[in-house]
């Protein structure tokens, strides 16, 4: 028995990789026929926005004709789809244009409030979303805006309470999506937690002053967001806690597709079976999956079709078996086997859970930080003392079988077993590294310089070739030249660490600075950027 009103799926096109039109349109197909009716597409500025010419410039921004072209598609299939936009924070690729950024922006990625262009940007992105997207529902963000009134605003007015900023300011991005006609207003709740009880989430029901909750508008529908969680408790809490805002409530959680190339699956759906029980027993009859793409959009949105598939199950009280048989008939793949995608992250194996002790227990994301792990810092690798072996050949060879036996989905099983190829190579190259000149073993060095460097390499250049092809199944070509030259610069990296090992061997230098350094213990397994993985320095 299905217990929803609204159910959907949110794609993230705003970290580089923005899906294209006709990939999108084959996705709203297949989860309109799994029980979806509702689809956000996130985007922060890459949508087209009249009289904001360098809005989403030089990033795929989707023009006011595919928006429509999509929004008609998913009509056609039952599914609503409502703008996902950002009117307060997280819009830093924006700062990039001069146009925008001493005129719009008060602290980090945070708009400058109480501001003229600011009311006019926010106008115009408002306008376009009206004309293209025939939803009257709107997501306008407001999450993660902290630091808000501290900055610019600090300077022009002094220092003002930062609640009555966030309120005032959602009262006038309100009153925009009157003017043009939308009848519900979606923003998440974070905010009003950071700024109440002054957490971020809670274990205990807890309530609100009096003048927040006379301060929201009637139209708000609060998005109570938890990717992370599996304890009952907290959802309740949280759940019960939102209610006292407005009785509209959302519910929004994860299938993580961030910080990573390939999927969590098996993580997300351990978070949001227990996160529906709860939607069920606390009566959210709204919700939807998020599918990130944080620092760099690498993981293909369609790899965690498993725990799309099973939060629509659960929702509708389907069971296990039944879930698998649909899941085959609606996609052609075997459930199971999908499954193997979540592979390049277990790099100590399946039986070893892939959460951090950090950040609210994230999804570790192993198979990023462990293919830019510098060979000569080993910032990321050289400490995991546990991982005496790597299991990433078998799982090349896994995939590779399941890209040969695959119906649909052959590019995504290529890649990913590719990149398994490589992380069998590099997983322990700094290690295998660091030990080898530490003993002074010259015979090892060589051959790694002969093997394990130089077959990385190769391994690298397939990678980059297999990835470079799902990427351009999946999304628009914009955003893949930071793939370019992350990919290429730890190729070059590679083949500078090898030829320095060599000089080294023939005694054209006498040390290796780095290997002299000794390695300082780091135990997070969930960096959130290709920057703090590849270096210590400043990129």
């Known amino acids: 028995m299905e217990y929803y009103d609204s159910l959907g799926i949110m ?16 996705f709203i197909s297949l989860i309109s026929k799994m029980g979806y009716n509702t689809l956000f597409l996130y985007t922060e500025d890459t949508y087209e926005v009249d009289d904001e010419e360098y809005f989403g410039s030089k990033r ?10 999509i929004d ?3 009509y056609s299939c039952g599914i609503e789809v409502v703008p996902f936009i950002q009117t307060l924070a997280h819009l830093a690729s924006l700062k990039r244009w001069r146009e925008y950024r001493h005129h719009v922006f008060d602290i980090d990625d945070i708009l400058l409030v109480d501001n003229e262009r600011t009311t006019r940007l926010i106008t115009n992105m408002v306008k376009t979303m009206s004309e293209t997207l025939r939803s009257k529902r709107i997501h306008i963000g407001f999450d993660e805006a902290h630091h808000i009134g501290l900055g610019t605003y600090l300077d022009k007015h002094g220092y003002t309470d ?19 006609g939308y009848e519900k207003v979606m923003l998440a709740n974070d905010l009003f937690f950071s700024m109440a009880p002054g957490v971020f989430s809670v ?26 969680s599996t304890d009952e408790k907290r959802y309740k809490a949280m759940m019960q806690s939102s209610k006292k805002l407005t009785e509209n409530i959302w519910f929004s959680g994860g299938c993580w597709t961030w910080n990573t190339f390939s999927p969590h699956n098996r993580y997300s759906i351990e978070r949001n079976t227990i996160a529906i029980k709860q939607c069920k027993e606390n009566g959210i009859r709204n919700a939807f999956f998020t599918l990130w793409g944080d620092n760099g959009g690498e993981c293909a949105y369609e790899m965690v079709l498993p725990a799309i598939m099973h939060a629509a199950c659960a929702f509708k009280g389907i ?33 070893v859970k892939v959460e951090s002790k950090y950040f609210q227990h994230s999804a570790s994301n192993y198979a990023k930080t ?9 910032i990321m690798s050289v400490n995991f003392d546990k991982c005496k072996k790597t299991q990433m050949k078998e799982y090349a060879s896994i995939l590779k079988n399941d890209a040969d036996n695959s119906k649909n989905y052959k590019v ?37 310089a002969f093997s394990k460097y130089s077959d990385a390499i190769l391994k690298l250049t397939e990678f980059h070739k297999n990835y470079r092809l799902q990427w351009e199944l999946v999304n628009k070509p914009f955003g893949f030249e930071i793939q370019d030259a992350r990919i290429g610069g730890l190729i070059m990296r590679l083949s500078t660490c090898r030829e320095r090992i060599l000089e080294l061997v023939s005694g054209k230098v006498e040390k290796i600075e780095e290997l002299e350094e000794p390695v300082l213990p780091m135990d997070d397994t969930y960096i959130t950027s290709w920057g703090e993985m590849i270096s210590a320095n400043n990129i």
């Not at 490589?422 to 073993?441: C, D, F, P, Q, W």
């Open 60 to 69: 795929g921004r989707y023009s006011k004709v595919e928006l429509k072209e």
């Open 203 to 228: 274990d205990e029901e807890i309530d609100f002053p009096k003048e927040i909750k006379d301060a929201v508008p009637k139209e708000c529908e609060m998005v109570y967001w938890d990717y992370f």
């Open 11 to 26: 794609i993230d096109c705003s970290r580089n990789a923005v899906p294209n039109v006709t990939r999108l349109k084959s």
């Open 319 to 351: 069971g296990e078996e039944q879930m698998k048989e649909e899941f085959k008939e609606l996609t052609g793949e075997d459930f199971d086997t999908f499954l193997h995608m979540d592979y390049p992250n277990y790099i100590f194996g399946e039986d």
């Open 412 to 448: 995504f099983y290529t890649t990913l077993s590719s990149l398994c190829s490589v992380l069998s190579e590099k997983l322990l190259l700094a290690k295998e590294t660091r030990k080898a000149y530490e003993e002074h073993n010259m015979d090892k060095l060589i051959n790694l």
């Open 162 to 180: 930062r609640r009555s900023l966030l309120l005032k300011h959602l009262n006038q991005v309100c009153e925009i999506t009157k003017q043009f």
């Open 72 to 74: 008609d598609y998913a």
């Open 370 to 378: 462990h293919f830019y792990d510098d060979p000569f810092l080993g």
